[in-house]
């Protein structure tokens, strides 16, 4: 059973970064796919980042050329670097990792963006 563990959220002013992170009790290298979603009060949970095992990355329209994400196989942790941020980035973010057909989830970490 692979657990994520998150951390990296805070409180933060407009303009301010943070960088969420999401180790892996295991191995993350055999990894199909990884990334973030969040989740604003009241509304869906939207994908926001996605890593592939070969590396290639996406990210959502709302986030690009702000956010990066990354990982450290050494470290079997994954990284969401967060700059420029503003109110509307305010969500719970949430890590997973996939292992078809299995998905992994983390509990969460709050971002909070004061205006």
């Known amino acids: 059973q692979v657990q994520l563990v998150e951390s990296g959220g805070g409180l933060v002013q407009a303009g301010g970064s943070l960088r969420l992170s999401c180790a892996a009790s295991?191995?993350?290298?055999?990894?199909?796919?990884a990334g973030w979603y969040r989740q604003a009060p009241g509304k869906q949970r939207e994908l926001v980042a996605r890593i592939t095992s070969g590396g290639s990355t996406n990210y959502a329209d709302s986030v690009k050329g702000r956010f990066t994400i990354s990982r450290d196989n050494a470290k079997n942790t994954m990284y969401l670097k967060m700059n420029s941020l503003n109110p509307e980035d305010t969500a719970v973010y949430y890590c997973?990792?996939?292992?078809?057909?299995?998905?992994?989830w983390g509990q969460g970490t709050r971002v909070t963006v004061s205006s």
């Open positions: 295991g191995s993350i290298r055999s990894f199909d796919a």
């Open positions: 997973f990792m996939q292992l078809l057909p299995h998905s992994y």
